[in-house]
């Protein structure tokens, strides 16, 4: 069973057109959930972590908020350099490691 | 500059062939991971590493094999075990518990 959820797998956007990408969760015991964004070819870059339900994280045109079952990364008005794949991941327990979810593709069109 | 150095960027490899992935990290990082990435697929932990000396398997450790004998350093082997090793690998490091882990800008990993 899936610990970590993506949806949608891909997104097109016109530039300007905001929306927000899904990041279910089933783990006990959440420590941590984090954000990031991958460029093709490139390693992951870190966006936000979030610890508990309510907390909310931004960073120019992103919004990440994180509720007791998901995390949403609200994309406001966003522009074509903002696409890229953007991974959810989560650290459980004791665990140190991460578990990933499959990311979701964004392209924005100019 | 501080951050993860990976090496190869590219690493072509012979079929019944061991190959060893370099990753190295000046972050003076605790923790280090080797992840798997496929296409169309999340990340997945192959080995982990919490302190010098001593790491653990991850979720698919199967063909691969791992050494911390520096805080800086955690080579991954490939070896001939590992049936299907054409993938994108990712090495990364975090400094503690609850915190982000920072990554390297991967190695592809093509079997001819």
């Known amino acids: 069973e899936d610990q970590v959820t993506q949806s949608p797998e891909a997104l097109r956007l016109q530039e300007g057109e905001s929306s927000s990408l899904n990041c279910s969760y089933t783990?006990?015991?959440?420590?941590?959930l984090f954000w990031y964004r991958q460029d093709p070819g490139k390693g992951p870059e870190f966006l936000f972590t979030?610890?508990?339900a309510g907390e909310e994280r931004e960073k120019e045109r992103l919004k990440a908020t994180l509720t007791k079952k998901e995390s949403f990364l609200h994309i406001t008005a966003p522009k074509p350099e903002d696409s890229a794949t953007y991974l959810c991941?989560?650290?459980?327990?004791?665990?140190?490691?991460?578990?990933f979810g499959s990311g979701t593709q964004l392209t924005v069109l100019p | 500059d501080g951050g993860i150095t990976q090496s190869p960027k590219y690493l072509f490899r012979k079929e019944g062939q061991n190959v060893t992935l370099s990753c190295e990290q000046n972050?003076?990082?605790?923790?280090m991971y080797w992840y798997r990435q496929d296409p169309g697929q999340g990340l997945r932990l192959i080995y982990y590493?919490?302190?010098?000396?001593?790491?653990q398997k991850g979720d698919i450790a199967e063909g691969y094999s791992v050494s911390r004998e520096k805080k800086e350093s955690f080579p991954l082997t490939v070896t001939s075990a590992q049936k299907n090793p054409t993938a994108f690998y990712l090495c990364?490091?975090?400094?503690?518990?609850?915190?982000?882990?920072?990554f390297g800008q991967g190695t592809r990993l093509t079997v001819v």
């Open positions: 990364a490091s975090s400094p503690g518990d609850n915190t982000e882990a920072f």
């Open positions: 783990v006990s015991g959440l420590r941590g």
């Open positions: 979030l610890y508990s």
């Open positions: 991941a989560v650290q459980e327990g004791s665990a140190r490691q991460l578990t």
């Open positions: 972050l003076n990082h605790d923790a």
């Open positions: 590493s919490q302190i010098v000396n001593d790491f």
